[in-house]
C-alpha cells in the first residue's frame, strides 16, 4: 500500500501543526535578534578594545614625555643650586675683602688720627 494516497490532516490536526510551526518561527526570530544582538555587542567591544589600546599609547607617551620634562627641570636645578653656591661664595669673598679694606680704612684713620695730634 505505498502507493495509497495521504490522508488529509483533519482541522484539529492541521491547527496544531501550524501552531506548532509558529512557536518554531518565533524562537527561531528570537533566536535569530539575539544573535544579532551579541554581534553588535562584539563589534562594539572591538572598537571599545581599540580606543582602549589607543589610550594607553598616548598615555604611555604622555608619561615618557613627562619623564623627560622632569628629567631636564631637575638638571635646571641642580644648574640653578651651582650657580647659586658659586654666588654665595663670591658673595663671600666680596665679604672678606671689604672686611679687609673697611679694617684697612679703619687703621688708616686712626693713624691719621694720631699723626694730626702731633702722636707720631
Known amino acids: 500500500m505505498p502507493d495509497e494516497p495521504a490522508k488529509p490532516l483533519s482541522t484539529e490536526r492541521a491547527l496544531q501543526q501550524w501552531?506548532?510551526?509558529?512557536?518554531?518561527?518565533?524562537?527561531?526570530?528570537?533566536g535569530r535578534l539575539a544573535s544579532e544582538a551579541a554581534a553588535s555587542a562584539a563589534a562594539e567591544a572591538a572598537r571599545a578594545a581599540a580606543a582602549t589600546a589607543d589610550a594607553a599609547r598616548d598615555a604611555l607617551q604622555s608619561m615618557r614625555l613627562a619623564e623627560e620634562s622632569a628629567a631636564k627641570t631637575a638638571e635646571a636645578a641642580r644648574l640653578a643650586a651651582q650657580t647659586?653656591?658659586?654666588?654665595?661664595?663670591?658673595?663671600?669673598?666680596?665679604?672678606?675683602?671689604?672686611?679687609?679694606?673697611?679694617?684697612?680704612?679703619?687703621?688708616?684713620?686712626?693713624?691719621?688720627?694720631?699723626?694730626?695730634?702731633?702722636?707720631?
Open 19 to 30: 501552531r506548532v510551526a509558529e512557536r518554531a518561527v518565533a524562537v527561531a526570530r528570537r
Open 84 to 120: 647659586t653656591r658659586v654666588d654665595e661664595a663670591d658673595a663671600d669673598a666680596d665679604l672678606a675683602m671689604a672686611e679687609v679694606n673697611e679694617a684697612s680704612a679703619g687703621h688708616e684713620y686712626h693713624e691719621a688720627v694720631r699723626r694730626a695730634k702731633g702722636e707720631g
